[in-house]
C-alpha cells in the first residue's frame, strides 16, 4: 500500500502550498495529491474550494474571493500560509517541476532499482465550474509541456465522470480513478459506473469502504481521507493500493508497523 500526500501533508503545513508538498517529500510520501481549478486568465492553481475564504489568512468578503473569476496575480496577493510564514498559490506547473525534481533526485540515489521508486501523482479535477472541457484540455496541454502526458506514474481522479470520459476523448494514455463518496443501492455500483466512464480505479471515502470492492484483481483502490491509526492498518490489511492522508509520515510508520507485523505472523 502506497501512503499518498493529501494536498501535500495538509495536517502539518497548508494545504497545496509549497511547504506542504516539501514536508510531504521529506515524510517519505510515496504519492502527492493536488486539486485543479483554472483561473480567470488559464492558469491552473493547485486548489480545493471554489472561493478563497476558508484557506486566507486574513478574513476575505463573502462570496468575492471566486478562484474563477481572479486572475493568479489577484490569487497570489492573498496569503494562504500561516501569519509567521506567509504562503501564495501555486500553479500545477510549479508543482509539476518540484515533483520532477524530487523524482531526479530519488532516482539518483536509488539508479540501481530506480523503476521501483517513482513518485506518483494523482491531480483531482474540480467540478462543476464555469470553464467546463477547458479544465481538461489545459491540464493535459500542461502535462505535455513536462513530458507527463502518457507517464504511469501520474493519474487523473475526479467525482466527476464526464470530465473522466472527456480526459479519456483527450488523451487516453493517462490511467484515470473515479472518485465516489458512497456507494448507492445496486450491485457494485462503482465499479459499473468505472466502466461507463472508462476509469482504471476506485476511490471511497475512508467511512464507506466495502471490503467486497477493495483487493479486486484488475481495480485499483484510493482510499480517502486516512489520517488515523486504525483506519490505516485496516487499509492494509484489505489490501488498499493507495491510501490518501494529510499526515503522510505517521501514515507510514503505522503502514511499516503493520507490515512487520503481517511478516512476522507468516514465519510463526
Known sequence: MKIVAHRGASGERPEHTLGAYELAVDRGADGLECDVRLTRDGHLVCFHDRTMERVAVDRLPKGEAIVSTMTLAEMRQIN?????????????AELLEFYQDTRRENLDVHEEWAGSVSRELF?????????????EHTLNET?????????PSVRIISFSPQSLVRFTMINPRL?????????????????EAMGLVGAHGVSIAKARVRPDIVGRRNVDTYVWTADKEDDVRWALRHSVD????????????WRDDELEKEFRRGIA
Do not use: C
Open 242 to 253: 493507495w491510501l490518501a492522508t494529510n499526515y503522510p509520515g505517521r501514515a507510514k510508520i
Open 80 to 92: 494562504v500560509g500561516t501569519p509567521e510564514e506567509p504562503a501564495e498559490v501555486i500553479t500545477l
Open 123 to 135: 491531480i483531482e479535477t474540480k467540478h462543476p465550474n464555469r470553464y467546463g472541457p477547458r479544465v
Open 175 to 191: 490511467r484515470r480513478i473515479l472518485l465516489r463518496r458512497e456507494f448507492q443501492r445496486m450491485v457494485h455500483p462503482s465499479l
Open 143 to 151: 502535462l505535455g509541456k513536462f513530458r507527463l502526458d502518457d507517464d
